[in-house]
């Protein structure tokens, strides 16, 4: 495969596939059978907001999903003018700035409902929000059985144009937990009431990737997806069907090759000590690109695994290399993706640092460069 352009200016850096991004939601569109939400909230998971906002357009991807709004006012200004959906709190401040930008608010909240009623009225604007529903995840949102009230009043309310109502899955990626099918029927009685009143909006959404993928009675209007849309699998328990590919590989580089003394501290701390002459190499990369502080790690250089030595420094880490002779300085390492017949996947990394791939994706550095490719062709 051609090399993405621009990687030999980088000694650490990660490398997007937009063209897989793009792929991996008209996939996930096929499969629900319904309009895609693509979320790209934490800077896209960590791939770049707006890079990944357009792949996901390309693809296909009805709205976008964002957790503030900055991150809608990052696209924006942008260009990009797919309808967006803040699906967070709004301070009442940033009310009017989002509506001169056509950017959807959440409300769940009747007392800061009434707050940005009084600054739209203030200013004759209509806010365009969707209600939010906490039908079994603990976090935002009315109960279902206590929001038609709400509903019926916003509807009342010229100031706001109820476009959604939505509520989000604790448990879609264990399958086998029964209380996916309790919140969608939640849901459903809320929605029967709505139906019944008039009230009912256009656009139900409800299911995450995970959801959209196990639980086909979830998919109502509109599926929200973001693991799934970078080809991260949910979980174990939920892994993606074939047909999804994994748009981030991070990698870096060899930057020196010695043969260190046998009983040789290694790194801060000496947490490795080489037992005999041991071939070692420097990788440029560290805890502060988001690679976690920890002894053990796993990279790919020429095709074979090596071995982290001592702990991870800020911007360094060592690695054996006794066993790849041919290792040159200026190679590439890849710490997440593919090099030669291996791959590290992110699941993989993960699992050693005890915890989801989603952290890992969102926890890359600000100061790694992203160089893209595969939309074009
Ligand atoms: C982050 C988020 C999603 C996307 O969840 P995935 O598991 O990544 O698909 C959907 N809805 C809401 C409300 C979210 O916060």
Known sequence: ???????????????????????????????????????????????????????????????????????????????????????????PEQVLPAV??????????????????????????????????????????????????????????????VEGIFSHFARADEPLAETTAWQIERMNRLLDQLEKEGLRPALVHVSNSAGTLYHPAGRFDMVRAGIAIYGLHPSDEAP???GF?????????????????????????????????????????????GYRRKKGGQMLVCGQRVTVLGTVCMDQCMVTLQDVPNARVGDEVVLIGAQGSDCITMEEVAQDWGTVNYEVATSMAHRLPRVYFGLQD
């Not at 020196?256 to 947490?271: C, D, F, M, T, W």
């Open 1 to 91: 495969m051609k090399k993405p352009d621009g990687i030999e200016n980088f000694s650490a850096w990660l490398e997007i596939d937009l063209g897989a991004i793009r792929n991996n939601v008209k996939r996930l569109g096929e499969i629900a059978g319904k309009p895609v939400m693509a979320v790209v909230k934490a800077n896209g998971y960590g791939h770049g907001i707006v890079e990944t906002a357009r792949a996901a357009e390309a693809g296909g991807a009805a709205w976008c999903g964002v957790a503030r709004v900055e991150e809608a006012q990052i696209l924006r200004a942008a260009g990009l003018q797919i309808p967006i959906l803040v699906m967070g709190y709004t301070p």
């Open 245 to 289: 590919k994994p748009a981030l590989s991070l990698k870096a580089r060899l930057v020196s090759i010695k043969e260190l003394p046998a009983q040789h501290g290694v790194g801060y701390n000496y947490r490795y000590v080489t037992s005999a002459p041991e071939r070692v190499g420097v990788v440029s990369i560290g805890y502060a690109d």
């Open 100 to 161: 001169e930008e056509k950017i959807s608010l959440t409300v769940y909240d009747p007392a800061v409902a009434k707050q940005y009623l009084q600054t739209a009225a203030a200013s004759r604007k209509r806010v365009a929000v969707h209600v939010k529903f906490d039908s079994g995840m603990g976090r935002l949102g009315l109960f279902p059985e206590e929001g038609a009230a709400f509903v019926r009043w916003l509807r009342q309310q010229p100031e706001f144009e």
């Open 240 to 242: 993606l069907p074939d």
